[in-house]
């Protein structure tokens, strides 16, 4: 396999951040020899989140076996993915903002016609549902654990108790149609073709308030992995968690 350099749209502080947590698992678990040091094991997992590339071009590239890529992405997946706040943690930042945007969007994943609970007839694919909370400016703040691509966002958001977290912090949330019914936290957009003129003004209003959160995903999308994931469904939500970390380590 041919090799050429590349690099990689993310600044070394991730990368030492990255190395550093590394650096103290190794140190946990008693390690004293591996193929690749810490920094460029970091390097490894950033490419393959980042730029998507597989495990086998990852082997050519830093020259050691594909098993030892997927122990090494694992590993660091698992490291990241216990620091990623939970919905409790990340409502103490949460509650110091003027509101807050939510919003779903449908990771896609490799998987065939008969299996039903991933597939999404919203988005005519199969993919994993995951919710997202933004602040006003339309920063990532928190992602949800992944569920499957049938499930409706209002269905989720309720599972994953986030309608209720602000309902508790009396915090108000902006949301589009697909949480209609939510409840009083939540607002949404009036529905119908014909609407009154006061009832198309808040409309407007509602959607430029709401549509910074479309960078979130956006944000989220960068991380090329997520764009097509060919892993366990039991997987995306710590390759999820991990890309929190990363990306609020390098903000």
């Known amino acids: 396999m041919l090799v050429y350099p590349s690099s990689i749209d993310?600044?070394?502080?991730?990368?030492?951040?990255?190395?550093?947590?590394?650096?103290?698992?190794?140190?946990?678990?008693?390690?004293?020899?591996?193929?690749?040091?810490?920094?460029?094991?970091?390097?490894?997992?950033?490419?393959?989140?980042?730029?998507?590339?597989?495990?086998?071009?990852?082997?050519?590239?830093?020259?050691?076996?594909?098993?030892t890529v997927y122990r090494y992405i694992r590993e660091v997946i698992e490291v990241l993915a216990a620091l990623a706040p939970t919905l409790?943690?990340?409502?103490?930042?949460?509650?110091?903002?003027?509101?807050?945007?939510?919003d779903g969007t449908l990771l896609p994943i490799d998987r065939i016609a008969a299996d039903t609970p991933y597939y999404s007839g919203k988005h005519k694919r199969h993919g994993m549902n995951v919710q997202v909370l933004t602040d006003p400016f339309g920063r990532l703040l928190w992602a949800s654990p992944a569920l499957p691509g049938s499930t409706h966002d209002l269905t989720a958001a309720g599972q994953h108790g986030i309608i209720d977290a602000l309902a508790a912090a009396g915090l108000t949330c902006w949301a589009d149609k697909a949480y209609q019914g939510a409840g009083r936290p939540v607002r949404v957009p009036f529905r119908g073709r014909h609407l009154k003129r006061w009832k198309r003004r808040h409309n407007?209003?509602?959607?430029?308030?709401?549509?910074?959160?479309?960078?979130?995903?956006?944000?989220?999308?960068?991380?090329?992995?997520?764009?097509?994931?060919?892993?366990?469904?039991?997987?995306?939500?710590?390759?999820?968690?991990?890309?929190?970390?990363?990306?609020?380590?390098?903000?």
């Open 10 to 67: 993310l600044s070394t502080r991730t990368l030492r951040f990255l190395a550093g947590q590394l650096t103290a698992r190794r140190q946990d678990i008693g390690t004293r020899w591996r193929r690749l040091p810490v920094a460029r094991q970091a390097l490894l997992v950033l490419a393959h989140l980042r730029c998507g590339d597989t495990y086998a071009q990852l082997a050519a590239g830093f020259g050691i076996g594909i098993a």
């Open 88 to 102: 409790t943690e990340a409502m103490k930042t949460i509650r110091t903002k003027a509101f807050v945007i939510l």
């Open 204 to 251: 407007t209003t509602h959607a430029k308030n709401r549509c910074v959160g479309e960078q979130a995903l956006a944000t989220l999308k960068g991380w090329r992995l997520l764009r097509k994931l060919r892993c366990s469904t039991n997987r995306i939500t710590n390759i999820v968690k991990a890309v929190l970390v990363l990306h609020h380590a390098s903000a």
